[in-house]
């Protein structure tokens, strides 16, 4: 089935999309699941684990683990622990010398006479039994962990890279926030790794719903891809394709 690219797509882009273009402070984003905090955006991690496999986590998920670099921002990270929480400093090169990545400007807040763990413990952690201080710990030991990444400008979300009709996709969706403008749920959909297409519905009461879909319409039943009809309106987007080179050596 195909898509209906109404006249009025233009007016419903400037009205719905372009609102924030009159705003001095651009709008900042984080991808779904991430809190923003200081410029920054951080997701705390369920799963308890070691060191290691904590750093390899929050890199998978294109952040790293966190480092603090400022006491606001320890004690920031210090409100969300749970038990103790990995940092991301370590000596385990060259014992005594930490090293913290990426590079926090030289913070250290560690407790008392810590580090004292020798060769033994060579991973730095925040627990909460001594405040918002650090400590050395066995590296393979399981905690948890926050990692850290950034924030981008919704209008870095580059919306010539997307096909808009006047149309919404049923039935895969899948999660919805409120939104500003299709701006910002392009750049959502963007972020997450699952999301193939997105919705912006908007009800003509200012509120805004981005939804973003698993697949896009060519994969879906026609019937789950309907014209948008008033008084509720919606804005459908999915990337135009992109064609895959042939490997001729195949």
């Known amino acids: ?27 900042m984003l984080c991808q779904l699941g991430w809190e ?7 997701k705390l991690l369920e799963e308890r ?23 606001e921002e320890n004690n920031y ?7 103790y929480m990995w940092i991301n400093c370590n000596d385990i090169d060259n014992e005594g010398q930490w090293d913290c990545a990426p590079d926090n400007g030289g913070y250290r807040n560690w407790y ?10 060579n991973c730095a952690e925040l627990g ?8 050395d710990y066995l590296c393979s030991a399981k905690g948890h962990v926050i990692c850290k990444g950034k924030e ?11 096909r808009l009709l006047a ?7 899948l999660r919805e926030i409120p939104t500003s403008n299709v701006r910002a749920c392009a750049a959502e959909c963007d972020y997450s790794p699952r999301c193939r297409s997105f919705n912006v519905q908007h009800f003509g009461t200012g509120e805004r719903i981005c939804q973003l879909n698993k697949i896009t319409r060519h994969k879906a039943d026609h019937t789950k891809f309907v014209k948008s009809k008033k008084p509720f309106t919606c804005i459908y987007g999915e990337k135009y394709f992109q064609p895959t080179l042939l490997n001729h050596h195949q």
Do not use: D
């Not at 923003?36 to 951080?42: A, K, P, R, V």
């Not at 070691?50 to 006491?71: D, I, N, Y």
């Not at 990270?77 to 038990?83: A, D, P, Q, V």
């Not at 981008?152 to 997307?162: E, H, M, N, T, Y």
């Open 36 to 42: 923003s905090w200081g410029g920054s955006c951080y």
């Open 152 to 162: 981008v400008v919704a209008s870095q979300a580059k919306l010539k890279q997307w």
């Open 77 to 83: 990270i210090h409100s969300k622990t749970i038990s």
């Open 112 to 121: 008392e006479n810590k580090p004292q763990g020798g060769t033994g413990q």
């Open 167 to 173: 149309s919404c996709l049923t039935g895969h969706t």
């Open 49 to 71: 684990m070691t060191w290691h496999e904590g750093r390899f986590k929050c890199q998978e998920m294109g952040g790293e683990m966190v480092a603090p670099s400022s006491l």
């Open 1 to 27: 089935m195909g898509g209906f690219l109404l006249p009025s797509v233009l007016l419903i882009l400037f009205t719905i999309g372009m609102s924030s273009a009159h705003s001095c402070k651009p709008q």
């Open 128 to 135: 909460s039994s001594w405040g918002s201080k650090w400590s």
